[in-house]
């Protein structure tokens, strides 16, 4: 037997609510002569079957089977069956309906089958819920689509929500819709029923359905505010955290934990601590010489929430560690002195001369050693001229020679 929560009231939602499916009712029996049970009947908004019989029977067992052979049976003594509408199961595979008569071999089989060309449905359809409220899903066309098959989704959170469409889909390179975008998504206890139909110019295109528990499709966030508070005592590190936010549950004891402490200078070694329940944990194997990285992630157990691992918290380091950060100063304002310097001395070297900067320093004279004649010469050309004006006066000498006397 099946969950009580499936079948018909899937049929109900998917013929009575949502975009018209192809599909056909067939009937045969099951023994070799002719049933006395015809005109099988299914009222799919009441979830009744009925039927007409050329006999009067005290009883009739009515059976509803899904394709995995699963089915809910029931026994009424008039033509007419009534089935509970809580049930959820698929119809894209068919649905089986079978009339029996207790205690005979009179009996009648129908069957609900899609219609259709064959592989034409979608294949692979998948949903995922993500931070908090946000949800995408995904198929791939039918094998056996044509080639301008166009696929839409219709989904009802509840029975109390009305039929919805896709607001955003995901399109390929070929203008195909193959997944669909949803925003504020809210869980509900009940599942939640997809539906996905496609149309053409060339054929029928099969519908998929499928009802889903979206609880079970949600990646959890990460726990919120992660802290780690060491002190010198043997306790250790007192580690600290929330719980993730979810839509539909506000119970700490819905969740477990686990959390990853991992040595940062020694990356292979880490430490994955056992599951952890409540929202707080003593890590006794500190040290503090040493510097940690801590995360935590979480996932659900007996409530309705994921039983996945979701997401994980953001690392945080705590510990004292090596002191690297004055090695890392230190060695910053050394290589920033030896940048200066070389930069300062290139500087130098191409635009300023040294002897410009830095003239030669007199010498004082040797006067012990004399000096030689280019010596002399040199110190007598360098030496400053002085301008005067020369008077020369010319004396001249009147000289009387003595006379001659004439004889």
């Known amino acids: 037997m099946f969950d009580s929560f499936g079948l018909i009231c899937m049929i109900w939602w998917c013929v009575m609510l949502f975009h018209p499916l192809h599909a056909d009712i067939q009937c045969m029996e099951l023994e070799a002569q002719k049933s ?6 299914v009222d799919w908004r009441k979830m009744e079957l009925s039927w007409e019989s050329s006999k009067n029977f005290s009883m009739y067992k009515c059976t509803i089977m899904n394709w995995d052979m699963e089915s809910i049976e029931k026994e009424v003594n008039s033509p007419l069956c009534r089935f509970p509408k809580e049930l959820y199961m698929p119809l894209h595979k068919g649905v089986f309906f079978i009339i029996e008569v207790p205690n005979t071999n009179i009996s009648k089989k129908c069957t609900f089958l899609p219609g259709g060309m064959n592989g034409s449905a979608i294949e692979n359809f998948s949903c995922v819920i993500y931070n908090i409220c946000l949800m995408n899903c995904t198929w791939q066309a039918g094998r056996g689509a044509p080639a301008d098959t166009q696929y839409f989704l219709y989904w009802q959170n509840s029975r109390d929500d009305g039929q919805m469409e896709c607001e955003l889909y995901i399109k390929d390179e070929n203008g195909r819709n193959v997944g669909c975008r949803f925003q504020n998504v809210r869980i509900e206890i009940e599942k939640a029923y997809f539906l996905v139909n496609g149309s053409s110019k060339d054929s029928l295109i099969q519908f998929y359905d499928e009802y889903i528990e979206l609880y079970k499709i949600e990646i959890l966030t990460a726990p919120l505010n992660v802290t780690a508070h060491c002190t010198g005592d043997p306790v250790g590190c007192i580690i600290t955290w929330h719980p993730p936010l979810t839509s539909h549950v506000e119970k700490v004891k819905c969740f477990q934990y ?15 601590l056992d599951k952890v329940r409540n929202d707080r944990y003593e890590f006794q194997n500190y040290n503090e010489k040493k510097r940690y990285i801590l995360k935590i992630r979480a996932r659900g157990t007996k409530c309705l929430v994921s039983s996945k691992w979701g997401e994980w918290s953001e690392p945080i380091e705590f510990g004292q560690g090596k002191d690297y950060f004055t090695f890392v100063i230190l060695f910053l304002i050394a290589l920033g002195t030896i940048s200066v310097t070389v930069l300062l001395y290139c500087l130098f070297k191409r635009y300023c001369s040294f002897k410009n900067i830095l003239p030669p320093i007199p010498q004082p004279r040797d006067k012990f050693n004399a000096l030689t004649n280019e010596d002399i010469q040199t110190e007598y050309v360098n030496l400053p001229s002085k301008s005067h004006t020369e008077e020369v006066t010319t004396v001249e000498e009147m000289t009387q020679l003595p006379k001659k006397k004439i004889h």
């Open 36 to 41: 006395p049970i015809t005109n099988v009947n």
């Open 258 to 272: 686990e959390i990853n402490i991992q040595n940062k200078d020694e990356p292979k070694e880490e430490k994955k």
